[in-house]
């Protein structure tokens, strides 16, 4: 079926991909098997060849066996980025067992749930969590508690005394510090070097396409998160269709720093780079100077990240010290990339930035922009071998171009449903021309050409005297403001409108003290409709950010009404 966007479509790609009909761990083990001596991971200094990689994980696959982890069970992976996170990955995947990836800014509390939810009863994690993982575990009933945890040290992949770049001062303690074993209550916690340290046998790989292969977690407007069941085949699917969209070799040199328990990290980048055979520059988290050394020492040529990133490093005193012309490809998503960012991109490096769109669900990428055809402030066009509409949020229907609906999606990348939450799963599928569309909760409209723009959470919007305000859309248009750095705009109450709109903003370095709020409202005044303008302006040191770097827009509206 002809479709708007397939006049714009890469003319070397296919509008649907067969993906390998091998399990993720064969991805590994067939680039180990091409390019055993070649960089797989480089990491402060350290070089990590896939054949090095193959065989940590398989000795790790061994030991989990030993631990009892059997064909199916849920593993608990919880860190930052680091050699011993894409180790630990595939190492669970070679034992035919499934990753639950856990964003490690969560505290105890939080664990709980990634430890009874999915019915762990073993966990990997770094030295600075553990003690926090196993409080988590500890505080639970006999019956729900970890049976195993295994630890490493970030400098178990490192040499402290040769990292290659210096490392920021921040990071020092973080990195650096050694930490006991802690204690945990009904089981043993094991150092990383211990695990990995055996003879032990391998189990048979019985894993292929269609057994789960990843339980990660999102967390929806209410209630807990939800595990999202993918199968190999969702994963695989976007891997390979990311690497040919983005049109990589295994000469790729990929700066990986979005992080890998966020879907977008491990698919879209790690998962991508590992079935083509590329470099992984690892970052275990953000740190612009250091980017800067990182893409200009290793001559990093992709780079998928969150806007927020970009903006950061062209922000940065150091930057004309930077060589950012090994770049081909740039890209991201996550939020909206401001129109002057992307026009700077294109007009002083040649870089077209290439925005996509997706979910926890949609295993990363349901659209993207066209890499020779991008449009900014843009989600793309639908995705390697997805269908996507927009349909009224009441009745289902599908509406025509321009008009704003919810944006659904169909595809080989779409999850199963949720872990043990049928009702759930229910919600989140309806049924459109005899295909199985997912409800992604995302209010956005689809243009003449076939490109989906995206308005805003289907419950994000301000309606401020009968209009109604898209808070995405004043955002995007306060970041051509020179003064202002990052912006989110949320409601307030107002006794007249009901509801007005608030803007906290986060003014660059060199403007601090030379702007005021006022200045702010008076040039929204000048430059949108009157009632899209901030009536509040409030300043801030930063906006409150989700561990892969989204904007957390609910933490300051929630903050609202007390305020």
């Known amino acids: 079926m002809q479709r708007p966007h397939h006049p714009f479509w890469p003319k070397r790609l296919p509008h649907a991909m067969t993906p390998p009909q091998t399990s993720l761990w064969d991805n590994l083990a067939i680039s180990a098997r091409r390019y055993p001596d070649k960089a797989a991971l480089v990491f402060l200094g350290r070089v990590f060849s896939y054949a090095q990689v193959q ?47 856990v964003n490690p800014m969560n505290r105890a ?14 966990a990997i994690t770094t030295a600075d969590l553990a003690a926090e993982l196993a409080r988590a575990s500890n505080a639970l009933p006999a019956g729900e508690r970890l049976a195993h945890l295994i630890v490493t040290h970030f400098t178990d992949a490192f040499d402290p005394a040769d990292t290659g770049e210096p490392l920021p001062a921040a990071w020092h303690d973080w990195l650096l ?234 595809g080989p990348m779409v999850f199963q449903g949720y872990w043990k939450r049928p009702d759930a799963t229910a919600a989140a599928f309806f049924e459109l021309e005899g295909k199985r569309f997912f409800r992604t909760g995302d209010l956005g409209r689809m243009d003449e050409d076939g490109y989906f723009f995206i308005t805003d959470r289907l419950k994000r919007m301000i309606n401020a005297s009968g209009f109604k305000v898209w808070p995405a859309e004043v955002e995007a248009l306060m970041f051509k403001h020179p003064a202002i750095q990052e912006a989110c705009v949320i409601s307030a109450r107002d006794a007249y409108r009901g509801e007005t709109v608030k803007a906290v903003v986060v003014l660059r370095p060199s403007h601090k003290g030379q702007v005021s709020e006022q200045d702010i409202v008076d040039w929204c005044r000048a430059n949108m409709a009157v009632y899209k303008v901030p009536r509040i302006v409030q300043f801030a040191d930063a906006l409150p950010k989700s561990g892969s770097g989204k904007v957390m827009w609910r933490t300051l509206q929630e903050a609202e009404p007390a305020g």
């Not at 509390?109 to 073993?122: M, Q, R, S």
């Not at 396409?209 to 069941?229: F, H």
Request: aromatic share 6%; net charge negative; charged share 15%.
């Open 55 to 101: 065989r940590q994980a398989e000795r790790l696959a061994a030991r989990l066996q030993a631990l009892g982890v059997q064909r199916g069970d849920r593993v608990v992976l919880d860190m930052q980025n680091c050699p011993q996170l894409v180790i630990a990955h595939f190492a669970i995947l070679r034992a035919n067992a499934v990753v639950v990836p």
């Open 177 to 410: 510090t050694r930490h006991a074993l802690p204690a945990l209550e009904g089981g043993a916690a094991m150092a990383w070097t211990d695990a990995l340290d055996n003879a032990l046998p391998l189990p048979e790989p019985t894993t292929g396409p269609q057994d789960m292969a990843v339980l990660p977690y999102t967390s929806g407007t209410t209630g807990l998160p939800k595990g999202c069941m993918h199968r190999h085949a969702s994963l695989m699917h976007n891997a390979v269709a990311s690497a040919a969209w983005s049109n990589a070799t295994a000469e790729n040199r990929t700066l990986l720093v979005v992080p890998m328990f966020h879907i977008t990290g491990m698919v879209s980048v790690m998962h991508a780079s590992i079935y083509v055979g590329a470099t992984l520059v690892v970052m275990p988290r953000w740190d612009r100077d250091l980017a800067g050394r990182l893409i200009s020492r290793w001559k990093v040529t992709t780079w998928t990240n969150i806007p927020t990133m970009v903006i950061d490093l062209l922000g940065s005193p150091r930057f004309d010290q930077y060589d950012l012309s090994s770049l081909v490809h740039i890209g991201g998503g996550g939020a909206a990339m401001p129109q002057a960012v992307a026009q700077r991109l294109w007009e002083q490096f040649g870089l077209r930035y290439i925005e996509g769109y997706g979910l926890t669900e949609t295993s990363a990428p349901s659209h993207s922009n066209p890499p020779d055809a991008p449009k900014q402030q843009c989600l793309g066009v639908p995705f390697v071998s997805c269908d996507a509409r927009v349909v009224d949020p009441e009745t289902l229907a599908e509406l025509p171009p321009g008009e704003q609906g919810e944006i659904v999606v169909h």
């Open 109 to 122: 509390e939080e664990l709980k749930h990634y430890i009874t939810d999915p019915d762990a009863k073993v």
